[in-house]
């Protein structure tokens, strides 16, 4: 059976590895987010559709509180190993001396597999000096960082990542939100023939008709990352737009898992 016929007949893909790599945790203040958002719940949405594992950010962490969001998500990969997995969020909005303290706490108490950015929400650019301990940290350890854009204007910017990217060489750098739109995808996808270490993401709540196979013409199959939003978004439709998708199962397999096992190391 291919990807594409398990897709129409709603066949479970219990021997497919996905990996949902920008995933999000409890409540936002101005959406509405199916039973809070709780771990339990993502973890009972994944077994739905046949999802392995998501990497998250909690929205508090993302939002009013960074240190009590890494907490809550060390909590839930804690309650449900290996199918949740945490990313250590900052906020540049801290001393320097504070993000570092923050980085060594969870590098001694369970790892740091990855971080995520959020300029967006921390009213600062990707290129602030806030963020320099996270990019040093990454680099010394081969780690990606997934941000919600670059530019820290605009969902999808992208005016600083290369720039990064050749600072930082070592870092796996994930454009979030690279198929939002005809324009951010163009964008992204220029960004990331640029450099090596550049990649991009799914996540988006718009489903445009052809945006992937037009994403991976340009940049490769092995350079895209399956991403929903969960609990933000359901994670039915962004799972379905690669599994209908006009690429080979081979293809497909890269983006819904076996990238993001390369690139987090997992």
């Avoid at 990217?165 to 796996?172: D, I, L, Y």
């Avoid at 324009?183 to 996808?189: L, S």
Wanted: aromatic content about 8%.
């Amino acid at each position: 059976m291919t990807l594409n016929d398990a897709c129409l007949t709603g066949t479970v893909l219990r021997d497919e590895l996905i990996i949902d790599a920008h995933t999000h945790m409890g409540p936002w203040y101005n959406f509405h987010v199916p039973e809070e958002g709780t771990a339990a719940s993502m973890v009972h949405a994944m077994d739905l559709v046949g999802i392995d594992t998501v990497i998250a950010s909690p929205h508090i962490a993302i939002g009013p509180d960074w240190r009590q969001g890494n907490e809550d998500v060390a909590a839930a990969a804690g309650e449900f190993p290996g199918r949740i997995l945490p990313f250590v969020t900052v906020n540049p909005n801290y001393s320097r001396e504070q993000v570092e303290a923050e980085i060594a706490r969870w590098e001694k108490e369970t790892g740091v597999l990855a971080f995520k950015l959020h300029p967006s929400c921390h009213g600062r650019r990707a290129s602030d000096q806030g963020y320099f301990p996270v990019y040093e940290y990454a680099d010394a350890h081969s780690l990606p960082i997934l941000s919600h854009c670059w530019d820290g204007d605009s969902c999808g910017g992208t005016s600083t990542v290369n720039g990064l990217a050749g600072m930082f060489p070592n870092v796996s750098f994930i454009i979030g939100h690279s198929a939002s739109s005809w324009e951010v995808m163009h964008a992204a996808a220029l960004e990331a023939t640029r450099r090596e270490n550049v990649y991009l993401d799914l996540t988006g709540s718009r489903l445009l008709r052809g945006l992937l196979e037009e994403m991976v013409r340009r940049v490769g199959a092995h350079r895209v990352l399956l991403g929903t939003d969960m609990p933000f978004i359901d994670p039915r439709p962004g799972l379905g737009r690669v599994l209908r998708a006009d690429l080979s199962d081979d293809d497909k397999r890269l983006i819904l898992g076996l990238n993001a096992k390369r690139v987090f190391g997992l």
